[in-house]
């Protein structure tokens, strides 16, 4: 019974979408068209069907599975701040592959990013040194602190993913990112090479026969 709101709601995908929306919630698989497909999926059903069907998947969910971080990633997207304060990420852990989270200052969509038409993840895998933020209870936080987007995010095609992906790899904001510091507070040392492979694949998985 854990599980039945989420094999009913890819039961229902299967038979009214020619694509399923849900796409992004049950492979491992993921590239930027897939994702802006969902978020625009959420989008067209509206509020209140949107809401129904992410408890569903939020809250029969862990964060360190497939469904659970992925919901927040929407979310990041799907609302929007209130005030000129960006909404706070979720309260999964620290980010494993990219330097710390001070490196990231000022990504408002952290640990997301747009560049052009594409929205990219930077990694999917969190430390944890306590009890992470139940998925449902930070879809509970942006339902009390932000405004349900209203229009579609653009679904980028193969080749412009790789673009924006190049852009972003070569912005002032990724530029500025310290991949390895050390001080009285501590050291760290990440790999630029690894998330720019992962952020790029997400570009270059597309399918273009599916565009």
């Known amino acids: 019974m854990r599980f039945a709101g989420v094999a009913l709601l890819l ?29 625009n999926h959420f989008v067209d059903i509206g509020e209140t069907t949107a809401i129904n069907e992410l408890l569903a998947l939020s809250c029969n969910a862990k ?13 990041r997207v799907l609302y929007l ?6 909404l706070r ?9 990219p330097a710390p989270e001070e490196a990231f200052a000022g990504w408002q969509l952290f640990p997301l990013v747009r560049s052009g038409d594409s929205y990219f ?21 942006c339902l009390a602190n932000g405004t349900f987007r209203k229009e579609h995010i653009p679904v980028p095609s193969r080749a412009q993913a790789l673009e924006d992906a190049a852009a972003l790899r ?7 990112i310290k991949w390895a510091a050390q ?3 501590g050291s ?24």
Do not use: M
Request: aromatic share 12%.
């Open 89 to 97: 990420k979720p309260g999964y852990g620290a980010l494993v592959d």
């Open 183 to 185: 001080g009285e507070g």
């Open 170 to 176: 070569s912005s002032p904001e990724w530029r500025a």
């Open 188 to 211: 760290y040392s990440a790999s630029e090479e690894w998330v720019w492979k992962f952020v790029s694949s997400q570009a270059e998985t597309i399918d273009a026969l599916a565009e």
């Open 63 to 75: 964060p360190d599975v497939v469904a659970g971080s992925r919901v927040s990633w929407v979310l």
């Open 11 to 39: 039961a229902w995908n299967s038979l009214h979408a020619a694509e399923p929306p849900l796409k992004l919630f049950a492979k491992n698989e993921l590239d930027a068209a897939t994702f802006a497909k969902a978020v």
């Open 81 to 86: 701040p209130k005030t000129l304060e960006p």
């Open 121 to 141: 993840v930077l990694s999917v895998s969190y430390l944890l040194g306590g009890l992470a933020e139940h998925p449902c209870d930070y879809l509970h936080y």
